[in-house]
C-alpha cells in the first residue's frame, strides 16, 4: 500500500507532465551532453545554451528535486544517474526519445479527448498528415526516431533473445526493422544466420552504417520499400518488431498478406509487440495503446485480437512466448 494519500497521488498524476515537459526542455538545451566532464555553474551553462541564467537555474532546480541532475553548495550542477541517460552517446541513452516525445507527439497528445470523441487521428489533425509522411520529410525529425526506437524498445532486444529461440533460421527477414539494433543483435548471436533488413527507404539508407558498423555487411541485406506494396522475397522467417501494433486491423493484415504471399508453407512469422492481457494491473502497453491511437492510428492487442489477425492473413497462431521484457514473441506458421 503507498504511503502517498489519495489526493496526493492523483496530484502526482495530473501533473505528472510537468516533470516530463522538464526534461524535454533540458534535453533540447543538451546540459547534461555539457556536464559530461563535470559539474559546471548556471553562468556557464546559460551561456553555452543561449537561455537566461536565472530561468535555466528554476529549471534545473526542479529537475534536481525529483533526482535529475544535482546541485551542489556553490550553485554548480551535475549529472545524477537518471541525468546521465539524457547524454547523447551513451549506452542506453534516453535523450532522442525524450527529444521525440516531447515535441510533436506532445502536440498531439492535446488532442485526445477529441480523438476519442470522433476517431480522429490526432497527429494527422495536427500535422495535416500521417506520422510517417511527416517525419519523411524532416531529416531530422527521422534521425530523432530512429534512435528513440532504440531508447524505448532498446532495452527489450536482448530479452527476446534471451527468450526464444532463433536457431534454426537461415535468413531472417526484418520487417520495418527500422535502424536494425533488433536484428544484429541476433545476426551477432546465431553467427550462421543471414538477414535482410527491410523498411522505408530512408530509413535504410540511415540504418547502412549500423548494420557496416556491426560487421554484417557480407550477412545483412538492406532493402528499402513499402510494405503495404510488398515486402522482399527469399527469407525462410519474417519478423515485425513495434509494427503491426502501428496500424488498424485492415492495415495490419495488408503487411501480414504481403509477408504470406513471399512465405511458404511453415515459414514462421514472428510478430514481436506487446500482448494486452485482462485484468487492473499496471501495464505499460495499456498506455502505450493511448500513444498508438494518436500518433500512427494503430492499437495494442489481445492474444485473441492476434489469432484473428493471424488468422485472417493466412497463418495459424502457434504459441505466444513472453520475454522478461514489456513484449512476448506472437509466433505463428504459415499455411
Ligand atoms: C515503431 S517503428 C519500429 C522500428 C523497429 N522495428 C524497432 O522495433 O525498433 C516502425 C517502423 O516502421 C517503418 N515503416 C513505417 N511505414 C512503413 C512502410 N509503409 N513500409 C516499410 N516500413 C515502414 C518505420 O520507418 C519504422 O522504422
Same mark, same amino acid.
Given at each position: 500500500?503507498?504511503?502517498?494519500?489519495?489526493?496526493?497521488?492523483?496530484?502526482?498524476?495530473? !501533473?505528472? =507532465?510537468?516533470?516530463?515537459?522538464?526534461? =524535454?526542455?533540458?534535453?533540447?538545451?543538451?546540459?547534461?551532453?555539457?556536464? %559530461?566532464?563535470?559539474?559546471?555553474?548556471?553562468?556557464?551553462?546559460?551561456?553555452? !545554451?543561449?537561455?537566461?541564467? #536565472?530561468? $535555466?537555474?528554476?529549471?534545473?532546480?526542479?529537475?534536481?528535486?525529483?533526482?535529475?541532475?544535482?546541485?551542489?553548495?556553490?550553485?554548480?550542477?551535475? $549529472?545524477?544517474?537518471?541525468?546521465?541517460?539524457?547524454?547523447?552517446?551513451?549506452?542506453?541513452?534516453?535523450?532522442?526519445?525524450?527529444?521525440?516525445?516531447?515535441?510533436?507527439?506532445?502536440?498531439?497528445?492535446?488532442?485526445? !479527448?477529441? %480523438?476519442?470523441? %470522433?476517431?480522429?487521428?490526432? =497527429?494527422?489533425?495536427?500535422?495535416?498528415?500521417?506520422?510517417?509522411?511527416?517525419?519523411?520529410?524532416?531529416?531530422?525529425?527521422?534521425?530523432?526516431?530512429?534512435?528513440?526506437?532504440?531508447?524505448?524498445?532498446?532495452?527489450? !532486444?536482448?530479452?527476446? /533473445?534471451?527468450?526464444? #529461440?532463433?536457431?534454426?533460421?537461415?535468413?531472417?527477414?526484418? /520487417?520495418?526493422?527500422?535502424?536494425?539494433?533488433?536484428?544484429?543483435?541476433?545476426?551477432?548471436?546465431?553467427?550462421?544466420?543471414?538477414? /535482410?533488413?527491410?523498411?522505408?527507404?530512408?530509413?535504410?539508407?540511415?540504418?547502412?552504417?549500423?548494420?557496416?558498423?556491426?560487421?554484417?555487411?557480407?550477412?545483412?541485406?538492406?532493402?528499402?520499400?513499402?510494405?503495404?506494396?510488398?515486402?522482399?522475397?527469399?527469407? #525462410?522467417?519474417?519478423?515485425?518488431?513495434?509494427?503491426?501494433?502501428?496500424?488498424?486491423?485492415?492495415?495490419?493484415?495488408?503487411?501480414?498478406?504481403?509477408?504470406?504471399?513471399?512465405?511458404?508453407?511453415?515459414?514462421?512469422?514472428?510478430?514481436?509487440?506487446?500482448?494486452?492481457?485482462?485484468?487492473?494491473?499496471?501495464?505499460?502497453?495499456?498506455?502505450?495503446?493511448?500513444?498508438?491511437?494518436?500518433?500512427?492510428?494503430?492499437?495494442?492487442?489481445?492474444?485473441?485480437?492476434?489469432?484473428? $489477425? =493471424?488468422?485472417?492473413?493466412?497463418?495459424?497462431?502457434?504459441?505466444?512466448?513472453?520475454?522478461?521484457?514489456?513484449?512476448?514473441?506472437?509466433?505463428?506458421?504459415?499455411?
Amino acid at each position: 500500500m503507498s504511503e502517498i494519500p489519495v489526493p496526493a497521488q492523483l496530484g502526482q498524476m495530473i !501533473t505528472g =507532465y510537468w516533470i516530463s515537459k522538464s526534461i =524535454y526542455a533540458a534535453a533540447k538545451f543538451g546540459i547534461a551532453d555539457l556536464l %559530461t566532464d563535470g559539474p559546471r555553474s548556471i553562468a556557464d551553462l546559460a551561456a553555452a !545554451t543561449n537561455t537566461r541564467p #536565472d530561468l $535555466l537555474y528554476r529549471l534545473l532546480r526542479a529537475l534536481a528535486s525529483v533526482g535529475v541532475f544535482a546541485e551542489d553548495d556553490g550553485g554548480n550542477f551535475s $549529472l545524477t544517474p537518471l541525468a546521465d541517460l539524457l547524454r547523447e552517446d551513451v549506452p542506453g541513452s534516453q535523450k532522442a526519445l525524450v527529444l521525440m516525445m516531447g515535441d510533436d507527439q506532445f502536440r498531439a497528445w492535446a488532442n485526445l !479527448t477529441d %480523438t476519442v470523441q %470522433t476517431g480522429e487521428n490526432a =497527429y494527422e489533425a495536427v500535422f495535416g498528415k500521417p506520422v510517417f509522411d511527416h517525419i519523411a520529410e524532416h531529416p531530422e525529425k527521422a534521425r530523432i526516431f530512429d534512435a528513440a526506437m532504440t531508447g524505448v524498445h532498446g532495452r527489450e !532486444t536482448g530479452a527476446i /533473445i534471451d527468450a526464444y #529461440d532463433f536457431s534454426g533460421i537461415q535468413k531472417l527477414a526484418d /520487417i520495418g526493422g527500422g535502424n536494425g539494433s533488433k536484428l544484429t543483435a541476433i545476426l551477432q548471436k546465431h553467427r550462421a544466420m543471414h538477414g /535482410i533488413l527491410f523498411d522505408l527507404q530512408h530509413v535504410v539508407d540511415r540504418a547502412r552504417s549500423n548494420i557496416d558498423d556491426a560487421g554484417l555487411g557480407d550477412r545483412c541485406e538492406l532493402v528499402g520499400g513499402d510494405f503495404f506494396q510488398s515486402v522482399p522475397a527469399g527469407a #525462410d522467417a519474417y519478423t515485425m518488431r513495434h509494427i503491426i501494433h502501428d496500424w488498424d486491423d485492415e492495415k495490419s493484415i495488408t503487411i501480414l498478406k504481403n509477408c504470406h504471399a513471399v512465405m511458404e508453407p511453415d515459414h514462421k512469422l514472428l510478430v514481436i509487440d506487446s500482448v494486452i492481457l485482462p485484468g487492473n494491473d499496471p501495464a505499460f502497453a495499456k498506455l502505450l495503446d493511448l500513444h498508438m491511437m494518436l500518433i500512427p492510428g494503430g492499437k495494442e492487442r489481445t492474444e485473441a485480437e492476434f489469432r484473428e $489477425l =493471424y488468422d485472417a492473413a493466412g497463418f495459424d497462431l502457434t504459441r505466444v512466448v513472453p520475454t522478461a521484457s514489456d513484449v512476448s514473441v506472437i509466433e505463428g506458421v504459415r499455411r
